[in-house]
Structure formats: structure tokens, C-alpha cells
């Protein structure tokens, strides 16, 4: 439905720490590519298929701002607001960094192929040179939806910090 649709843009919003603005300035520029001048081969149909769906987001946008302002006005916060919060916290306020570390010595990160760009930001804020493990199945990634990415098994050591990685196939 349009109502679930349009929760689930405002997750992903705020699981990727995206501005309305900013999708929408994406959208607009995203637009101009079907008025180029078509190649030698005509035009290109993957482009117009592409930009169609990159213009669904502009209606789509009015929508997660109303939802947004619903949410605020009644007060409530769901998963992506505490996320999205807690990140907030963590990059203004090192000393809650330092005790979450005192209080966890060594870390483990378990299901991590399910873990948002917003989630590993948190994480690796928390955790930086840190002693953390994760693990994690690239082919069982099943929360995209709500802007998790296994690719955050590949970045894992860039996020945490130079150290040893492996990889079981």
C-alpha cells in the first residue's frame, strides 16, 4: 500500500542518513539524463527504465515528509529513529564511545550481512581499533529492505580499522 510504502522510504531514509533534500536534488539531476542526446545505437531503454523509477521517488517524497512530521507530532519513534538517534549521540559525544568500550572489552557482530550503512557507521564509531569479530553470510542477506548490505562484510576492515580478516567460503 502507498502508507506502507512510504514508511518503508522513511527507513530507509533514516537507516542511510538521507535528507529528503537530498533524494530529491538526486531525483531532479537523475531526470536530465533522459534528455541527452541519444548514442550512435538510439536510445537507451535501461536509462529510461532507470530514470522512471529514480522519478517515483519525488511523489514518494511528500509522502515520508508527511509520515515523518506524524510520527514527531505523536511523539513516536520506531527502529530506524533509534538507530539513526544513537548515531547522532555517538559522532557528538566521544565520552559515550569511551564507556561503551570500557564496558565491552571484546565485541561480536553476528548476522552482520544485515547490518544498514547507518548500523555499521554506529558501529564503527563505537568500535573503532577496537577488538571486533564479525560474522555474517553474504547470501543470506535478507533485511535490504530496510537498507542493510552485505557489503559490509567486505568493508569490515575498513570500517574497524586495519587488522587480520578471513574469509571462509
Not at 545505437?41 to 517515483?56: L, M
Not at 564507556?99 to 572489552?105: E, F, K, M, N, S
Request: include cysteine; hydrophobic fraction near 40%.
Amino acid at each position: 500500500t502507498l502508507s506502507s510504502s512510504s514508511a518503508a522510504s522513511d527507513v530507509y531514509k533514516r537507516q542511510n542518513s538521507v535528507s529528503l533534500d537530498d533524494i530529491d536534488a538526486f531525483a531532479t539531476q537523475f531526470r536530465t539524463l533522459r534528455d541527452l542526446p541519444p548514442g550512435g545505437t538510439g536510445r537507451y531503454a535501461d536509462v529510461e527504465g532507470w530514470s522512471d523509477t529514480v522519478d517515483s521517488l519525488i511523489p514518494m517524497m511528500t509522502l515520508v515528509g508527511d509520515y515523518t512530521r506524524a510520527k514527531a507530532l505523536r511523539g513516536v519513534i520506531e527502529f530506524s529513529d533509534q538507530v539513526a538517534l544513537a548515531l547522532e549521540l555517538v559522532s557528538t559525544h566521544p565520552e559515550i564511545c569511551e564507556d561503551i568500550r570500557q564496558a565491552h572489552r571484546v565485541v561480536l557482530l553476528d548476522e552482520y550481512q544485515d547490518t544498514s550503512v547507518a548500523q555499521s557507521s554506529l558501529l564503527s564509531i563505537l568500535f573503532p581499533h577496537h577488538p571486533v569479530m564479525a560474522v555474517g553470510d553474504p547470501y543470506q542477506a535478507i533485511y535490504g529492505w530496510r537498507g542493510a548490505s552485505s557489503s559490509n562484510l567486505t568493508d569490515f576492515d575498513t570500517a574497524f580499522g586495519a587488522g587480520a580478516v578471513t574469509t571462509f567460503t
